[in-house]
């Protein structure tokens, strides 16, 4: 098991800003040169990149048409679009490396050969010697009979609207109906304001350079970015640390090392205990599905807590588990009405704090409704409880009630998280985080800041839910888990993430580790069940069956 705080940058890597990037980019060039010796000039170094990036593009394209260096030649033509400037160039060194491969390509440039300066320039000389030539790009010119279009006209530095001489590139390319490979940004994407302009490439794919940028992983970017690729660069470390914001990529190839060492001569008990505390009259599903998540992810011991009115539908559906009966303290019978009989209230703590004195986590919220009762409950049971939780939906949803006016940071809800003792992870998606902390920001772009300082506030873990998801923990850091998956988007989905990451913590793994590990296998697993059953079939329950695949490595 590795910590999140020992992975290096190729491991888990920053997600920069447009502006960070940049800046990386021509100090590294700077140094490079530096290092270097012997006449090489910044522009020399720079166009030492160029190339890794051309080549990095030229290793996606060859993939995507079915071929591969050293290979036979797919019969397919490939059209590249490019600009004058730096984006223009790593185009007309992939355009380079196709020719010499034998891939039958077509330059349109959108700037004359004039136009391309210093490492844009060397690119352009050496493609023109590799026989290529630059074909100034005619509106409504015909494109069909392209396998792929390459979007390199302006990448990631882009602001504003389109000048007509683009636009009119754009909308062709969408007239054609090809699938199209974007570098570092499609055309028509403003960097600066972070938002699609019209016209717009729509990319299959989109190849980042150096580190990832969070335009290609959120709602208004990720529709145009398509499925997001980093290439690598070889800039120095210690270069790279100057720009770290704090934001990190974390993808499923973290999950082998983040993973808990089993024991494998520890009992049930070693293994971890987990208590989950979950179900109501109307809502006893939402128990099961996050105990059965729960068991399938490690726990030794997992032990659910509901009230004794709901226990013999859940005992039909569950065989694994321990069963706590919260037992009607209230005097009332199983068919009575009120809310006591089949809800969690003050009267259960006891019961509850007992059963967690021999756990090692806790889960709160799945299905527990939203009555008075459940409220008053969590309300007193949270501060008493000793191990580490996950805090989830009527849980969370009890919490904001203390938000008496207006919800902020700083309000009641956020007040009573930081006066929690033990570590916690809450699990909101984007309606209950606003329930609890106020309106998120209009753009996505500055969720990982408003996050951040909510962590640091309350001194809890906190994942917000959604595509993508973002984990933000209180030392600074926020992980981007890069998903986008409808199936996902069903009630019930939320309760199998909890039931992951209880497992997780009951397991041992600390609050940060669990919360980014537990989203990962519960995208993992969403998303075989999606590639398996499709999005509209796939269910909450689908989701638990497939987290034994998410495990394998």
Known sequence: MKLLEQFDFRELPPVLSTDAMR???????????????????????????MKQAGAALFRR???????????????KAVAVFVGGGNNGGDGLVLAKLLIETGIPCTVYSLAAADKFKNEAKMALDDFMLAGGKLTAYVPAETGTHFSLVVDCMLGNGAAGELREAYAAAVRDIGNWQVPVVAADAPTGYDSREHVRREPCVNAVETVLFGFPRLDAYVREGGKVFGRAVVAPLPYPDSLTCNFDEKIYLATESLIPQLLPERD?????????????VAGSGDMPGAAVLCTRAALRSGAGLVTLASPDAIMPVLQTKLSEPVFCNLQDMAGQDAGSVDDRATALSPSHIPQILEKAKHCQALAIGPGLSSADCVRDAVLELLPKIGCPMVIDADALNA????NRTTASSTSGAASFLYGIPSPAILTPHRREFERLFGPLPESDIDIPARLRDIAQVMNKVLILKGAPTFVAIPDGRVCVVPACNSGLAKGGSGDVLTGIIVSLLAQGLPVANAAVLGVLLHQKAGKIARDELGPFSMLPGDIVKRIAKAFRV
Do not use: F, S
Request: hydrophobic residues 45%; contains cysteine; proline residues 3%.
């Open 264 to 276: 494998e001569w520890g009992d049930k008990r070693e293994q971890g205990c987990a208590l989950i």
């Open 399 to 402: 919490i904001a009630t203390l």
């Open 23 to 49: 800046a990386l980019d021509a100090a590294a060039k700077e140094e490079l040169a530096r290092n270097a010796g012997d006449g090489v000039t910044a522009v020399d170094a720079g166009y030492g990149l």
């Open 61 to 75: 394209v060859m993939e995507i048409l079915g071929g591969a260096p050293g290979q036979e030649a797919p019969h």
